[in-house]
Antibody, heavy 118, light 107 residues
Framework: EVQLEQSGAEVKKPGESLKISCKGS????????IGWVRQMPGKGLEWMGI????????RYSPSFQGQVTISADKSISTAYLQWSSLEASDTAMYYC???????????WGQGTLVTVSS | DIQMTQSPSSLSASVGDRVTITCRAS??????LNWYQQKPGKAPKLLIY???SLQSGVPSRFSGSGSGTDFTLTISSLQPEDFATYYC?????????FGQGTKLEIK
């Protein structure tokens, strides 16, 4: 069974750094790109970027380029999303998802809620 | 970036109704259009990919059509579990943008 297990909820202060994770299981992790999607409270889905775990080729949305870093460690079947300096506006649910044929996201993690507040 | 515009933004319907949601791309995306369903507090779920292909396990009352810039998601006979928010997404180019969502509510 394909599963994407995300790390737990985080509460951080503005200016702090953070790295959240997404561990894949039940399939060949290196063979599928992993994407990250943001959902701010009460809002829609925003495509942040994708990474190929095989060679770490990464594509970012211009809206998120320079704001976050997407990485992956194929040896432990895990992708990451990180911030060097959080802002209150980063408060959101973050989902990872597996990109399948035709670039649709066919499996999703359960989401990681990030709250940034002083 | 390719802009995706869904209509309507919200919709009230009854169990058994036939419902259609539309999605328009700001430029041609061929058939690279996906539909997702999201229920409150849950991750999105893939329903339709490449405009009209039904994802495994999704009921056949869901169907998709279109190509180029105009696409539709149709639910042939609404069931209680279908009340949710629906998103389209283009997968023609990065960033693979989503529509703003259509909230389907019970009338």
């Amino acid at each position: 069974e394909v599963q994407l297990e995300q790390s737990g909820a985080e509460v951080k202060k503005p200016g702090e750094s953070l790295k959240i994770s997404c561990k894949g299981s039940g399939y060949s992790f290196s063979s599928y790109w992993i994407g990250w999607v943001r959902q701010m409270p009460g809002k829609g889905l925003e495509w942040m970027g994708i990474i190929s775990p095989d060679d770490s080729d990464t594509r970012y949305s211009p809206s998120f380029q320079g704001q976050v870093t997407i990485s992956a460690d194929k040896s432990i079947s895990t992708a990451y999303l990180q911030w060097s300096s959080l802002e209150a506006s980063d408060t959101a649910m973050y989902y990872c998802a597996r990109q399948a044929g035709a670039a649709a996201f066919d499996y999703w993690g359960q989401g990681t809620l990030v709250t940034v507040s002083s | 970036d390719i802009q995706m515009t869904q209509s309507p933004s919200s919709l009230s319907a009854s169990v058994g109704d036939r419902v259609t949601i539309t999605c328009r791309a700001s430029q041609s995306i061929s058939s690279y259009l996906n539909w997702y369903q999201q229920k409150p507090g849950k991750a999105p779920k893939l329903l339709i990919y490449v405009a009209s292909s039904l994802q495994s396990g999704v009921p056949s009352r869901f169907s998709g059509s279109g190509s180029g810039t105009d696409f539709t998601l149709t639910i042939s006979s609404l069931q209680p579990e279908d009340f949710a928010t629906y998103y389209c997404q283009q997968s023609y180019s990065t960033p693979r943008t989503f529509g703003q969502g259509t909230k389907l509510e019970i009338k």
